[in-house]
């Protein structure tokens, strides 16, 4: 498994090689979330993703192939 920490304005970015990935945000005391992705070499994969009760405080994720 890979593994990061946010910025300060909750977004973050992972260099991966091209493939399906499960990527997975989560935090305490909130409900973690989780999405499949496909990297894809020289491409950018940005994904939303919710979290806990107030969805409308998203998460960015970034996935770099």
Avoid: C, K
Wanted: aromatic share 6%.
């Amino acid at each position: 498994p890979v593994a990061t920490v946010t910025a300060v304005d909750g977004t973050y970015t992972i260099a991966l090689a091209p493939g399906r990935y499960t990527l997975t945000a989560s935090a305490f005391g909130y409900d973690s979330v989780s999405q499949v992705v496909e990297a894809v070499a020289g491409q950018v994969v940005d994904a939303a993703a919710g979290m806990g009760v107030d969805h409308a405080e998203g998460r960015r994720l970034l996935a770099r192939a």
